[in-house]
């Protein structure tokens, strides 16, 4: 949502509040009454709205854009992030004191690098749910595809690992996922591990070197 759309969408408004307004809307914070409301990206909030979030937590009453009655919901607040909020407070980012009123019981969700005994876990369960949906029978993963997927960080995490298997279901032509299905930024990983020996690491290997020596040749010019 637009910076300046967050607060009508989060307060509601009452009519003529704006140009716009041409009738009372209720908040996600009112439709949320007696529920949760998960707010994701809670690091990216503006500071305006944040001093508006400081009164909604403990509280749990706001009035409307417009408006100038208080309503009071009872709801449960879930919140996340994908940014160290303690480093955004020193850089005058975030609010400290919506930090603690935030920060009640928290959850760090681990990269998927640092659980890499959930990576096979979560391919076999994306290869089922695009292997259905695709209409094509597997049999499973060859064992490179296997070290492939386990030796690569993931810097996207999960996303990054349904997106790939996907990939890998629609590209493929077989009843095994094999190294020709998958990135190249997963098979770079794994060649990195030791001397190239099949002949997708050949392939890829030499793609590169010719790349690099048409740069030189261009003198790194990219259009040239």
């Not at 706001?62 to 407070?89: C, M, P, Q, S, Y």
């Not at 659980?115 to 499973?140: H, P, Q, W």
């Amino acid at each position: 949502l637009p910076a300046n759309l967050i607060e009508s969408e989060l307060l509601g408004y009452e009519k003529g509040a704006f140009t716009d307004a041409k009738a009372r809307k209720e908040g996600l914070l009112e439709q949320a009454h007696g529920g949760t409301i998960f707010l994701d990206e809670i690091g990216e909030l503006t500071a305006p709205l944040q001093v508006k979030l400081l009164r909604v937590l403990p509280e749990r009453e706001f009035e409307r854009v417009g408006g100038t009655v208080t309503i009071h919901v009872d709801l449960r607040v879930i919140a996340a992030t994908n940014k160290n909020l303690e480093e955004a407070i020193e850089a005058g980012q975030f609010r400290q004191d919506l930090y603690y009123r935030l920060n009640v019981v928290s959850v760090e969700m681990p990269a998927l690098r640092e659980r890499r005994e959930d990576i096979m876990l979560l391919a076999n369960y994306f290869a089922d749910k695009y292997g259905t949906r695709c209409n094509r029978k597997l049999k499973g993963f060859s064992p490179e595809v296997r070290n492939c997927l386990t030796a690569y960080d993931w810097p996207g995490n999960v996303r990054e690992l349904e997106n790939t298997i996907e990939r890998a279901i629609v590209l493929g032509t077989t009843e095994w996922i094999l190294p020709e299905d998958l990135p190249e930024p997963v098979l770079e990983t794994k060649m990195g591990d030791g001397p190239t020996t099949t002949y997708h690491e050949a392939v890829v290997q030499n793609k590169k070197q010719i790349i690099m020596r048409a740069l030189e040749d261009a003198k790194k010019n990219h259009a040239e």
